[in-house]
């Protein structure tokens, strides 16, 4: 999915959320949530595209509707100290694409 694409669904209602993953190295990546299934933003040829910081993705998405978004961040520290039992989830916090704070 490409940004005209991703704006034509968040037009239309098609996009439930957005997730901003964090990943390591200090980018990010974009994901949809639609009734199909997760989509990840794609740049011009078709790679995955790297967002360099929030305020990047603030940037790139201002045209858009509001959409509720969130950043995605999983705990490597409790995988490699092996302290909990069981699955471990990411860490999911709300993340808002109009302000900074």
């Not at 490409?2 to 704006?7: G, I, K, P, R, V």
């Not at 794609?42 to 940037?59: I, K, Q």
């Amino acid at each position: 999915m490409n940004l005209q694409t991703l704006s034509e669904w968040a037009a239309e209602g098609r996009v439930q959320e957005l997730e901003l993953l964090s990943l390591e190295g200090g980018f990010y990546l974009l994901r949809a949530r639609l009734e199909q299934g997760m989509r990840t933003l794609l740049d011009a040829r078709g790679e995955v595209l790297r967002l360099r910081s929030t305020s990047h993705v603030r940037e790139l998405l201002r045209e858009l509707p509001s959409l509720p978004c969130v950043l995605v961040q999983h705990v490597v520290h409790d995988e490699m100290c092996g302290m909990r039992d069981g699955p471990i989830e990411p860490l999911r916090l709300p993340f808002s694409l109009t302000s900074p704070w």
